[in-house]
């Protein structure tokens, strides 16, 4: 006995059984019912038993009929997905992709991902709207976007089960200080104690950075100016006010009198998450996995530069 069966001659019988004749199922399969018969008998020699019973009208399955069947009607499944897999990939060609996304992801990962994907995708639009996290999932779950790129901490308050995470990369936490400052990379925060520090205004979850990592060292932090955004606290670094904690991203297009080092790793420094996120329900389209294609691409580049 073979190894392999004849597809064709696998769909005919399934054809035939569906059809519950022989002559019905070579209709189906586009043939003449002599080839169809021919196409059996070969099947038969070749498995050495009957796979059809002649009936007064029409045919019955044999035993090994039904299981050549069975298997031909899951292959044929599995042939029309692959169909419909193919055809979708075609939908590359035009389409549209909703996505939620933050200020300082937009400013690094997502510029430089949306740049590959328009090279790659010239014919999928990405509309991204950026908002604070809550209003983010708020527009997953109402179906205003269907992917969204979010972040979190250790202590973040958990999403919901509803939604499906696909991590991205890990933002490390870093210090910014001025360019001819004395700080180099593997700085404790410790040695800090002294420093007189720029914060996000005190509810954002960078400031809580800094509370929880100053606590763990022994220390309430001295904040002497508190901003509304990572350029502002670029500047003030760079004017010689203070120092900063600031996740990697949020300065990685940063003014050239500024830089950031590296905290000791024993420190344990929080960093936060970066993952993409969607309904638990929803079925990725070809353009969405082309997004998450190209946003995995620039979040492995940059972690590469690190």
Not at 55 to 63: A, C, I, W
Not at 121 to 126: F, K, L, N
Request: glycine letters at 4%.
């Amino acid at each position: 006995m073979r190894n392999s069966f004849d597809v064709v001659t696998l769909f005919l019988l399934l054809d035939i059984a569906e059809a519950g004749s022989l002559t019905g199922g070579a209709e189906r399969a586009n043939v003449t019912p002599s080839a169809a018969s021919q196409r059996i008998a070969k099947l038969e020699q070749e498995i050495r038993q009957p796979v059809l019973t002649r009936l007064p009208r029409g045919v019955r399955l044999t035993e090994a009929g039904e299981i050549l069947v069975t298997r031909a009607r899951l292959f044929r499944q599995e042939m029309r997905a692959a169909r419909g897999d193919l055809e979708a990939l075609l939908g590359l060609e035009r389409g549209t992709v909703r996505l939620g996304s933050f200020p300082t992801v937009s400013a690094s990962l997502l510029s430089d991902a949306l740049k590959d994907y328009h090279a790659r995708w010239p014919g999928i639009d990405v509309r991204v709207q950026s908002a604070v996290r809550p209003r983010l999932l708020e527009m997953l779950h109402s179906s205003e976007v269907e992917m969204a790129l979010l972040w979190s901490y250790d202590w973040t308050e958990e999403t919901e089960k509803s939604l499906a995470l696909i991590p991205l990369m890990e933002d490390e936490t870093v210090l910014l200080v001025p360019l001819d400052g004395p700080y180099i990379d593997n700085v404790a925060v410790a040695s800090l104690r002294s420093a007189k520090w720029i914060i996000r205004n005190a509810d954002h979850p960078a400031a809580e950075v800094l509370y929880r990592s100053c606590e763990t060292a022994g220390f309430t932090p001295n904040v002497v100016y508190e901003a509304h955004d990572y350029q502002e606290i670029e500047a003030m670094v760079a004017a010689g006010v203070g120092i900063a904690m600031v996740p990697r991203l949020a300065v990685a297009h940063h003014r050239p009198d500024v830089h950031a080092v590296r905290f000791l790793p024993t420190d344990r420094v929080p960093t936060r998450s970066i993952y993409i996120a969607s309904l638990a329900r929803r079925q990725y389209t070809p353009s969405m996995h082309a997004v998450s294609r190209a946003l995995h691409d620039a979040a492995d580049t940059i972690t590469a530069r690190r």
